[in-house]
């Protein structure tokens, strides 16, 4: 059974602490993103990932960085928390040549900041 | 203007009844459309894609793609209270993103 890992289910920092979420996934996927999901804003991707130690800004990419190191996995940084970055955040993949396939998403990280 | 965009809800309908939601999007290059469905506390799902203009049915579930109006629709046919949840239009953009509008919640009352 293909499979998105997210380390995390639950998650509560503090202000200014660096958090780290981690995505697995285990289908040789080329592709990765991180989205959050707000409630009425719908999925907002954060960044994304094509290939290994590349990188591309999304639509809300401040106060965030990534790292993928490994075609498996995809980290998610936040480099100083603050609040207004509570949220669920649901990490993804999907094959190259896109354009028909589907996303497979992970179970979500709900981070708390307070 | 948001890229893609849906009407939030919540759209209510009574079971067996047909469900109608609504996607538009604004860049005329967008060649793929998709439906995912997210239950509560669930991650999203992917219901159905559509790349050219016209029906393409699955089941209880039709989308409808008209680009020269830059819309697209999920029709659901006889629904049932399993349906209810949040129903989720996206398009691949240039550049290798998926976005995504903010999601139609769906009730469907016995």
């Given at each position: ?5 997210q ?7 503090r ?29 907002r ?18 106060g ?14 936040l480099?100083?928390?603050s ?32 | ?110």
């Amino acid at each position: 059974d293909v499979k998105v890992t997210q380390s995390s289910r639950y998650l509560v920092k503090r202000t200014g602490e660096k958090v780290f979420l981690e995505c697995v996934q285990d289908m040789d996927h080329e592709n990765m993103f991180w989205y959050r999901q707000d409630p009425g804003l719908g999925l907002r991707l954060i960044y994304f990932s094509y290939d290994v130690k590349m990188k591309e800004k999304g639509d809300i990419p401040e106060g965030y960085s990534v790292s993928r190191e490994k075609k498996e996995r995809f980290s998610l940084i936040l480099e100083s928390a603050s609040t207004n970055q509570t949220s669920m955040y649901l990490c993804a993949s999907s094959t190259i040549g896109t354009a028909n396939e589907k996303l497979f998403f992970g179970s979500g990280t709900q981070l708390s900041v307070l | 203007q948001k890229e893609v965009e849906q009407n939030s809800g919540p759209l209510s309908v009574p079971e067996g009844a047909i469900a109608s939601l609504n996607c538009t999007y604004s860049d005329r290059g967008s060649q793929s459309f998709f439906w995912y469905r997210q239950y509560s506390g669930k991650s999203p799902e992917l219901i159905m894609f559509i790349y050219s203009n016209g029906d393409k049915e699955d089941g209880r579930f039709t989308a409808q793609l008209n680009k020269a109006s830059q819309y697209v629709s999920l029709l659901i046919r006889d629904s049932q209270p399993s349906d209810s949840a949040t129903y989720l239009c996206a398009s691949w953009y240039q550049g290798g993103k998926l976005i995504f509008g903010q999601g139609t919640e769906l009730s469907v009352k016995p």
